[in-house]
């Protein structure tokens, strides 16, 4: 087996997995750092993300009013300590992928743009056109390459972290491109391998974001966090749940239901506004407006597309083509070619669809997971800065931020510890092949992967979507478990080594279960409804209001071997906002007004 | 030991492959037709060095009907280099900005175009009254 | 959707290199509808029918670079090719040309990253400031220089379509000249001069001859043909000078 002895190992080469390395890189350019990632950097996930990135910018604006936005918009189960850092930091983060290169769109006076976003009080949502993600991914990608002590492992598979002495002294991987075993020693680890959202079915998300990282943690007895929050979004493309960002919006776009109508109105997110106004209509956050797409149809109000299912309608034609073509490139182009319709002349059918993972491995404010030596960032982590609902922008924001306050941890602990056993370490990696060779190398199973997968997806869907009920989140944990079971008995077409996908695909299957597992349970768990986890039982309906007394709570998913998860609950950090009720629109602007004058 | 043995395709007769490289041959191999007509040329600069008869004679054999042909056949494919050099012009030279914009590529090969067919016409005609 | 599922035969390259001497075509028959890509077709067949099918793809919006394959031909992102475009004829899918395959539609990329490494991708900066010296001013005309160039996702589909880098690999070829350019172009960067050297090696723009497919076949209009040929002057305006003025020219 190949050995590389690095001191520290970043799993994920996506922005925050970047940003991580980067920031090791320049604390201290003896250290050496592994970037593993099972993807070229560039193909990551952050790559797809459209809008922007948060941060204070505007003289208008204030890092207090970003918190407010941030804390209520995740319905007080943030960690306020953590969001307190984090708009703080964010526009200094943001300021430094301007020096690197990344070409954020620009006023006419050079400086940096900012638009609006759904949820935030003022414009603060720093942005590329609508390719933000992709130019922040590939401005740190480039960057990195100038740093020599970064050595990158592309298309390396990670298959199990190594644990001795009670902290976390590597990884093991594929080489997907010859099948062979590497393992990596570090003397601390990170993980920034993204979300989870392909296990529901109709998601916005690209094929590798399976969740690899959250169950290598959660293996090892870290907590998976808060996994019962799971974001739709409000305009997804119908079928494929190609995205279309909540810029379209932010620039003026309506969303309007078969009659063409601006239903937002009917649900607190009013009065009409002609022209986009922060935390009004369209501009509401995404939980919210999800919401509001699912009663829509309970109310026979959407539009019944013969191929496409039940739709609203996203309306821009009033933008005119120009402002499009500059501040929505990418959505034009995908609306031409994946619908074949013209944004600027005709509507556009969407629906909500799954889009983002809250919850992930809990870390504490430094980044630091329960397992010493072991950091997360980005979607795979839960820091805390979500809460129950994610405000669009604060996440490519929080790739950064984050990222480099891990990196600088990270490097900090690698330099305090001394380096491992290597010859253990390395009977740990020849077992750990062996389990996972395994895997590929039995015969006699009957069980499809692709069925598996997708009836995984299917269930998810039915038990975890925008509204849940006690019975359907059971049927889904039933059927997981079931799935769990029949997952023993896989079999594996492909049986050589180089570029194996057939075997990669079933050990992602693995890692899946496991999440969706977590996710299931911890939202049965949670008796009650807030932000995106939305209930409609409880005696009297009990569940379907938000609960402070039982449930201002965390929710720790435990790995149990051969079993579901065990469910904790654990405090959440609060500093300075108490939970109030969660209002938008007219409603929403009145309870400000009333905090501010209480506070005088 | 690796497994990985990758395979590298053969490039013969690449240019068979694709309708566009096959465009692509066919203006680059009317460049020889340029250079064939600058060698006649040439030749004619030598003739008239050698004497009025050597001259003479070579203005006679431009006009026999098989050096009318050939003309013909260079002009055909003179004329299809240069619309075929203008049509790329687009990516060999550097963005033309005019009021602000970037001018479109179909406007760039359509004014140099038009600016090699009126110079063309301009050297017909100056030829043409020095002819008469 | 189940009522109009026709069925459109897709042919595939395969090459598997622990047991092929060389790639030979398979051919599968495949139900679809009209949404359906070029690349769902490829999953559905490795869903379906044979599991070793081996392919890259990850985001399914034309924006991540992984799923480039020759296509009748013709090298397109399968993720944005239409599988009804083609329907009743038969078609047929390769590993992007002029790149070695490691198996069926993966190829060898390994040439490519290098290059990408090869051309200093980052801003050295003109004048450094600090972060709290806020960002760099760029006017509308600035950023206009170098926009187009930051568009390349590195799918890698114009180096399947130039002659010039399947008869020379060594080419640095279109993308990276592309990348290269951006960050010549851009009003932060002071270092054009360090990668002019680069730019006229024997690896560098000289090896294009303007086939000009490259910017033909970019998913992302970078037009990297224009991104080289530029530089082609660039490189030359910059020998002269090296002649004229102990200043002028890089080295």
Known sequence: MEIFKADVVIVGGGGAGLRAAIAVAESDPLLKIALVSKVYPMRSHTVAAEGGAAGVKKSTDSYDYHFHDTVGGGDWLCEQDVVEYFVKQAPIELTQLEHWGCPWSRTEDGHVNVRAFGGMKIERTWFAADKSGFHILHTLFQTSIKYPSIKRFDEHFCVDLIEEDGRVQGVVTIEMSTGEFHLIEGKSVIIATGGAGRVFRENTNGGIVTGDGMALAYRHGVALRDMEFMQYHPTCMPVTGLLFTEACRGEGGFLVNKDGYRYLQDYGLGPLQDKPKNKYMELGPRDRLSQAFWYEKQKGRTFEHPTLGSVVFLDMRHLGEAHLRERLPLIYEMAETFMGLDPAKELIPVRAGIHYTMGGIKVDAKCAASLPGLYAIGECASVGLHGANRLGSNSLTELVVFGKLAGDEAAKYAKAVSPGNSSSLLKQAQAIEQRILALKTKTGGTESIAVIRKEMAQSMEDGCGIYRTEDTMQATCDKLAELRARFKNISIDDKSSVWNTDWLTAVELDYQLDVAQTMAHSAINRKESRGAHQRLDGPDGAYTKRDDVNFLKHSEAYYVADGAPRIALGDVKITKSQPETRAYGAAGEKADQERKASHV | ?132 | MSENHKIIEIEVLRYNPESDEEPHLEVYKVPFTDDMSVLQGAQYIKDNFDGSLTFRWSCRMAICGSCGMMINGIPKLSCETFLRDYYPNRIRIEALAHFPIEKDLVVDLSGFIEKLEAIQPYIIPKEPKTLAEGEYLQTPKEFNAYIQFTSCINCTLCYAACPQFGLNPDFIGPAAMALLHRYNMDSRDGASASRMELVASEEGVYNCSAVGYCSEVCPKHVDPASAVNINKANAAKDYFLRFLSPKGGSK
Request: charged share 10%.
């Open chain 2, 1 to 132: 030991m690796s497994k990985r043995k990758p395979y590298v395709r053969s490039m013969d007769g690449w240019w068979k492959k694709n309708p566009y490289f096959v465009e692509y041959m066919i203006h680059e191999s009317t460049a020889l037709f340029v250079a064939a007509y600058c060698l006649v040329l040439l030749v004619g600069v030598i003739r008239l060095g050698q004497g009025e008869a050597a001259w003479n004679g070579w203005l006679a054999a431009m006009q026999s009907p098989l050096s009318v042909l050939c003309h013909l056949v260079l002009l055909a494919g003179a004329v299809y280099h240069t619309y075929s050099w203008f049509k790329i012009l687009p990516i060999t030279m550097p963005p033309v900005i005019v009021g602000g914009k970037k001018m479109a590529p179909e406007a760039l090969t359509g004014t140099a175009l038009a600016v090699a067919a009126a110079a063309g016409l301009a050297l017909l005609a100056l030829v043409w009254r020095i002819a008469l």
